[in-house]
């Protein structure tokens, strides 16, 4: 079964505490993608990774970071520098690199609370 | 003002009737339009892909583009309760590795 896994479903940290979110893709896909979705508000991109060992901010990139060592593999740090990290968070991935011309496929996402 | 906008409804309507949802955008740039699915703690899903002007139709779903007034329409007929959602519309450029842009989303209830 191809698709975008996300892990936790739901996660609580402590105010202070880094968190890291797994997302994984089997669906060969070059292009990675993390959202933060909050009511009222749409999708916001924090960060996307076109290719391997490269990533580059997205609008709402402050108190986030990501690494992309692996093709399938994507995972986004919440750290405690994220002013209001409580939000829903989506991965998605997408085949080619051109953001502009290739849809992109959304993971389960994860909700995350700070306490 | 935001790039892409879409009125959040919520928007409640009974099963059968024929929905229409909307976005207008300000970028005259934007080539690329998407509309999206989310049910309550899911991940969106994509349900229409149109390239620059004109309508496309999918079953029940038909998506409209008018890129002269920079508005795009979402039509649902013979609505179902398994319709109710949240639909998002989505838009890129053509130049380079531009992202996409959402709208914030109208939650849609269809009432049995």
């Known amino acids: 079964d191809g698709g975008i896994t996300q892990s936790p479903k739901y996660l609580f940290r402590k105010e202070g505490q880094n968190v890291t979110l797994s997302c994984e893709q089997n669906?060969?896909?070059?292009?990675m993608y993390w959202y933060r979705q909050d009511p009222g508000q749409g999708l916001r991109l924090i960060y996307y990774?076109?290719?391997?060992?490269?990533?580059q901010k997205g609008d709402i990139a402050e108190g986030y970071s990501v690494s992309r060592e692996k093709k399938e593999s994507f995972p986004l740090t919440v750290t405690s520098a994220q002013k209001n990290p409580t939000a829903f968070y989506l991965c998605?991935?997408?085949?080619?690199?051109?953001?502009?011309?290739?849809?992109?496929?959304f993971g389960p996402g994860t909700r995350l609370t700070v306490l | 003002q935001k790039e892409v906008e879409q009125d959040p409804g919520p928007l409640s309507v009974p099963e059968g009737a024929i929905v229409s949802l909307n976005c207008t955008y300000s970028n005259s740039a934007f080539q690329y339009f998407m509309w999206y699915r989310q049910y309550s703690r899911k991940g969106p899903e994509l349900l229409m892909y149109?390239?620059?002007?004109g309508n496309k139709e999918d079953g029940r779903f038909t998506a409209q583009v008018d890129k002269s007034s920079k508005y795009i329409s979402l039509f649902i007929r013979d609505s179902q309760p398994s319709d109710s959602a949240t639909y998002l519309c989505?838009?890129?450029?053509?130049?380079?590795?531009?992202?996409?842009?959402f709208g914030q989303g109208t939650r849609l209830t269809i009432n049995p």
């Open positions: 669906l060969n896909h070059d292009a």
């Open positions: 998605a991935s997408s085949r080619d690199r051109d953001l502009s011309t290739d849809t992109q496929y």
């Open positions: 990774s076109q290719i391997v060992n490269d990533f």
């Open positions: 989505a838009m890129s450029g053509t130049q380079g590795a531009q992202k996409l842009v």
């Open positions: 149109t390239y620059s002007s």
